[in-house]
């Protein structure tokens, strides 16, 4: 209750205590929706798409949209364009956390020339008004009815956004970040997650855990197969590709498949 008070989601909390328990197959249900809406940037509802109507019905019902961020101006807002009109995302709006030590700036500089999600927050007042818009809520949403309802072991769709020595950082919706360890990208051994994924890509992790801070880590390598399973795939006598993953004094480790060398 405290934490949804603390986002002024109050009436949202409210809700969901009225709600019985559902069923396992409906609970599955619920969740594949909920993945429809809360998917990846650049994989969202597209606004250009959209006509005035349209987005004034998206407005009225917070649906989540998307489009791409084309400047970010002197009074610190990421401007759009929408149906031809300008659309502008105030500083604090540009993320769930904007101004404080939890978002670097960045982090929304870097957003100019790629999709990012919003709700409309106020439509045009007259004919030379702008759209306002929120990226803030969108990512609050995400993570009240979507992302905080995951356990360890749910497999969720998700899309690299970068890499690192340590692991590939994925948006899991609305360009919320988790991140996954290169122990965890497969059994094989790997150099560097670019051995592994590659940024742009769309895959599928199980989420393994949280860190101290609630969010979300993430793994591969149980989803590429048991050792017995990928084994079965192959013959004593068969020739084989395979990649050299590291020469030892006793012997060259070669990976044959993500989960086998």
């Not at 340590?166 to 948006?171: K, P």
């Not at 742009?200 to 197969?225: H, M």
């Not at 050299?244 to 498949?257: K, L, M, P, T």
Request: aromatic share 8%; glycine share 8%.
């Amino acid at each position: 209750r405290d934490y949804y008070a603390s986002r002024g989601l109050g009436d949202v909390y409210k809700r969901q205590q009225r709600v019985s328990a559902p069923t396992a197959p409906v609970l599955n249900e619920m969740r594949m929706k909920i993945m429809v809406e809360y998917k990846p940037e650049g994989q969202g509802r597209c606004a250009a798409d959209l006509s005035e109507e349209e987005l004034r019905a998206a407005a009225a019902s917070d649906a989540i949209l998307e489009s791409t961020a084309l400047a970010f101006d002197h009074d610190h807002r990421l401007r759009f364009e929408l149906c031809g009109r300008t659309a502008y995302m105030p500083y604090e709006e540009c993320a769930d956390g904007a101004g404080t030590s939890a978002v670097r700036d960045i982090a929304i500089l870097t957003r100019v020339g790629r999709p990012t999600c919003f709700v409309i927050e106020q439509m045009p007042l007259d004919a030379g008004g702008a759209f306002l818009l929120s990226r803030r809520k969108a990512q609050q949403a995400c993570k009240v009815e979507y992302l905080d309802t995951l356990f360890p072991g749910d497999i969720i769709p998700c899309c690299v956004t970068h890499l690192e020595n340590f692991g590939a950082f994925c948006d899991v919706g609305c360009g919320i970040s988790a991140l996954l360890p290169i122990d965890c990208l497969s059994v094989s051994r790997i150099q560097t997650p670019a051995d592994r994924v590659a940024v742009g890509e769309a895959i599928f992790c199980a989420v393994k855990s949280r860190d101290a801070q609630g969010r979300l880590v993430l793994s591969l390598k149980e989803l590429l197969g048991t050792w017995q399973e990928n084994a079965g795939r192959f013959a004593v006598g068969e020739t084989v590709v395979g990649i050299v993953r590291s020469i030892e004094d006793y012997g060259v480790f070669i990976e044959i498949a993500p989960n086998l060398a």
